[in-house]
């Protein structure tokens, strides 16, 4: 089921193929979760379908192998299991593969995602490909905060940027594409926890997610109100589901803003908290002290209680 939030986005790269503009460089910025990665193998299957009036067919082998992720002038970079950054070695493997002859004689595809994980190693070697972009080849980068990459390689990609979902449109695509599948009836609790964020929700256990939420929710309760534990509580979210438990802090805090009646000095404090907790989760593949940064999101959200 194509999700309908992304239909502007899919209507510009449609028009753009019509007319013969497919950019050789293309910067999707997705709300993380917000279905960026779908719109870059969408992308990928209109360079590479072989019936160009249709594009993308989905019924030709090249839009075949692109969604079974076997097409063999595709190629994904993605961060390895033993780290969260994308790494030169990386990139240069990627622009060794695009300076080759294409396999079936059209373009050559490269996947970037998260883009916005690229170390400073691995960006200046992707700026030596987006300098001199080998013909036909198209590179697909996906960011949620693209303000993490070089300006360099900004200025050489063309940006796409797509809006977030609604709640009604991502519950409508998750009950569409996984709801029978898994015996899923309240993604409504599991959106409540991470936000509208419908592709991450179909990438988590949904039927946990709900108890964490809870979990999670109470546990904020209790430091907002000076009576937990934050240095033993942020060891613990260091040490489990860390993204999750900031994703719903960040949730939490954002319906608090919605209950201030009008701007107040607590309605600021809990807006720089929010920007907090992005800062935190956007930095989750550096190496910091993670216990002592959310230790201290703790002692900030107890400060704006006894501050209003």
């Known amino acids: 089921m194509t999700p309908k939030w992304l239909a502007p986005a899919i209507a510009s790269l449609n028009a753009a193929r019509k007319a013969g503009r497919l950019p050789h460089a293309l910067l999707i910025h997705d709300t993380a979760g917000g279905g960026g990665d779908w719109l870059a193998n969408w992308a990928a299957s209109v360079a590479m379908c072989?019936?160009?009036?249709e594009a993308p067919c989905g019924k030709?082998?090249?839009?075949v192998r692109v969604a079974n992720n076997q097409h063999p002038d595709l190629i994904r970079v993605v961060p390895t299991e033993d780290s969260k950054q994308l790494r030169i070695e990386q990139v240069r493997e990627l622009?060794?593969?695009l300076s080759l002859t294409s396999h079936?004689?059209?373009?050559?595809?490269?996947?970037?995602?998260p883009a916005d994980s690229m170390n400073r190693f691995a960006a200046n070697a992707l700026l030596k490909t987006l300098e001199e972009p080998p013909s036909r080849t198209l590179l697909i980068l996906v960011a949620s905060q693209p303000s993490r990459?070089?300006?360099?390689?900004?200025?050489?990609?063309?940006k796409l940027k797509v809006r977030a979902p609604t709640r009604a449109e991502s519950l409508e695509w998750l009950r569409a594409t996984h709801g029978a599948?898994?015996?899923?009836?309240?993604?409504?609790?599991?959106?409540?926890?991470?936000?509208?964020?419908?592709?991450?929700?179909?990438d988590v256990d949904p039927k946990a997610i709900p108890a964490l939420?809870?979990?999670?929710?109470?546990?904020?309760?209790?430091?907002?109100?000076?009576?937990?534990?934050p240095v033993s509580t942020a060891e613990r979210w260091h040490r489990s589901d860390t993204a999750l438990r900031l994703?719903?802090?960040e949730t939490w805090l954002t319906d608090r803003i919605e209950r201030q009646p009008a701007p107040t000095p607590r309605a600021r404090a809990l807006f720089e908290l929010v920007d907090g907790v992005r800062e935190l989760r956007s930095t989750l593949d550096v190496p910091i002290n993670r216990s002592l940064a959310i230790e201290l999101l703790f002692r900030r959200l107890a400060a704006q209680r006894r501050a209003s």
Not at 190 to 196: A, E, K, N, Y
Not at 213 to 219: A, L
Request: proline share 4%; net charge negative.
């Open 50 to 53: 072989l019936s160009p009036d």
């Open 60 to 63: 030709c082998l090249g839009c």
């Open 95 to 97: 622009a060794q593969e």
């Open 104 to 113: 079936q004689g059209g373009y050559k595809v490269g996947i970037l995602s």
């Open 149 to 158: 990459l070089p300006a360099t390689i900004l200025s050489r990609c063309q």
């Open 181 to 202: 599948g898994q015996g899923v009836e309240d993604w409504d609790g599991v959106l409540d926890v991470i936000g509208d964020a419908p592709f991450a929700a179909a």
């Open 213 to 229: 939420g809870t979990e999670t929710r109470r546990t904020l309760e209790e430091m907002e109100a000076g009576t937990g534990d």
């Open 247 to 249: 994703r719903c802090f």
